[in-house]
C-alpha cells in the first residue's frame, strides 16, 4: 500500500528523549530533563482538583465545543464566543489551519529555522514551504515580506522563536502587518507568550482588533503545566474561526483537559510564580554562560539557545550520559549550540556543573 507522494519525504517529529528512556538505556538513577521545554515546577494544584473531580465523568464524551471553556477565555480577553477554538495543544490547531486553508501548490512563508510542524502540516497538504533565513536568531519580516505572492497563503510567526528563544516586539509585528495583503493569514503563534517580561511583546488581542487576517495561537503546555493533556488555543476573526472550526475532528480534547485547563486559566498566582522563577532561572544561566565564554540568543520564552562552540552532538552525548536531557543543536540547524529549558534553581545548578564538566572534555571547534 503506497503513502501519499508529498509525504514520503516527510521525517517523523522527533521530541526530547524520554527520563524513562535514558534510565533505562544508561543505567541512571537520576535524570533531569529540560529537552521539551516543559514547566519545572508542575502545574496548578486547582488543576490537579478539577482532574480528580471529573474522574467521575470518564465514561462520558467531552463537551465537543469546549463551551465553558471558551466563555472563560472570551470574558477574560473581551472577545465573542465564535472568535476561539480549542485543539489538542497548539499542534492541532496548526494541522487544522493547514488543512482549512492549503491547496496543493498554495504556498505558505516561514522563517528556516522555527518550529517545525508548520513546514510538515503545509506539505502534508501540498503546500509549497518558503523558508526565509533568520537575522541573529529573529524573524526577518522585510525578507518574508519580500516573499509573499499572490499565491501566499498563511505567514507562520512563532514568537518568542522555537527554537532560538528571540522575540518580536509590538511595533515590528504591527509594521508587518500593515504592510501585508489582508488577504494572507498571519499566525502568530504565542506559546511561550505567558513568559514574557519584556515589556515589548506584542499585544495580539489589540493586533486582533484592528486586523481582519490574523489567528493567536497560546497552549496550555507550557507555563501552565498541563502537557500531557494536550489543549490549546486559537484566537481570531470569528470567520476564520469558523473555517478552521469545519476542519476540527469531534471531541478533540478531553473532558480533563478541559476542566483542567478551566482550573488552571484562573490560577494567576501559579501563573506568576512561575513566570518569576522563569526569569530568575534565565539570569543565573545567561551568568553562567557568560563565565564560561559560551554566547546566547536572547532568550523571551522558558528556554535558550547557548553556542557552547564544540560540536553539538559530543556535548549533547556527554550531558546524556551524566543524566542531562537538552535538545541538541545538530537536531535542529545550529551545529554548535544547545537548546537548554529552564529547570528549577536546583536543576539548572547541576546542568551548568555538568555542562562545565562535559565542555572540558570535548574540543572546541574552529
Not at 149 to 169: A, D, F, S
Not at 257 to 283: K, S
Request: net charge negative.
Amino acid at each position: 500500500m503506497q503513502p501519499k507522494k508529498n509525504i514520503v519525504h516527510l521525517p517523523v517529529y522527533q521530541p526530547g528523549k524520554p527520563i524513562e528512556e535514558v534510565k533505562r538505556e544508561l543505567g541512571l538513577k537520576e535524570v533531569i530533563k529540560l529537552a521539551s521545554n516543559e514547566n519545572p515546577f508542575g502545574f496548578s494544584e486547582k488543576a490537579k482538583e478539577a482532574i480528580v473531580a471529573e474522574l467521575a465523568n470518564t465514561s462520558l464524551y467531552p463537551d465537543g465545543g469546549s463551551v465553558a471553556l471558551t466563555a472563560l477565555i472570551a470574558k477574560e480577553f473581551g472577545l465573542e464566543t465564535n472568535q476561539i477554538i480549542f485543539g489538542a495543544g497548539s499542534d492541532e490547531l496548526i494541522l487544522m489551519i493547514a488543512r482549512a486553508f492549503l491547496e496543493p501548490g498554495d504556498e505558505n512563508i516561514m522563517a528556516s529555522h522555527t518550529f517545525p510542524q508548520y513546514k510538515h502540516n503545509a506539505e502534508i497538504e501540498g503546500a509549497v514551504s518558503i523558508e526565509v533565513p533568520l537575522k541573529a536568531g529573529t524573524h526577518d519580516l522585510d525578507a518574508m515580506l519580500s516573499k509573499v505572492t499572490n499565491k501566499t497563503k498563511i505567514v507562520w510567526i512563532c514568537n518568542p522563536n522555537n527554537p532560538t528563544g528571540t522575540m518580536l516586539t509590538h511595533e515590528e509585528i504591527k509594521s508587518f502587518l500593515q504592510r501585508i495583503s489582508p488577504q494572507v493569514l498571519v499566525v502568530l503563534d504565542e506559546a511561550y507568550a505567558e513568559y514574557n517580561v519584556s515589556g515589548h511583546y506584542p499585544d495580539g488581542l489589540q493586533l486582533l482588533k484592528e486586523h481582519t487576517n490574523i489567528v493567536l495561537l497560546r497552549t496550555f503546555s507550557k507555563i501552565y503545566g498541563l502537557a500531557s493533556l494536550r489543549i490549546g488555543y486559537g484566537m481570531g476573526p470569528a470567520d476564520v474561526i469558523r473555517s478552521i472550526n469545519q476542519v476540527r475532528e469531534p471531541f478533540n480534547t478531553s473532558r480533563f483537559a478541559q476542566a483542567a485547563a478551566y482550573a488552571a486559566f484562573q490560577d494567576q498566582a501559579f501563573i506568576d510564580d512561575c513566570r518569576d522563577a522563569n526569569a530568575q532561572g534565565l539570569a543565573f544561566l545567561t551568568a553562567q554562560f557568560d563565565r564560561l565564554g559560551f554566547t546566547y540568543y536572547p532568550a523571551h520564552g522558558n528556554f535558550i539557545m547557548v553556542d557552547v562552540k564544540r560540536p553539538a552532538g559530543l556535548v549533547f552525548d556527554g550531558l546524556l550520559r551524566k543524566g542531562i536531557i537538552v535538545r541538541g543543536g545538530h537536531q535542529l540547524g545550529f551545529p554548535t549550540s544547545l537548546r537548554v529549558t529552564v529547570g528549577s534553581q536546583q536543576q539548572n545548578e547541576r546542568f551548568i556543573q555538568v555542562l562545565e564538566q562535559v565542555t572540558a572534555e570535548v574540543t572546541v571547534q574552529a
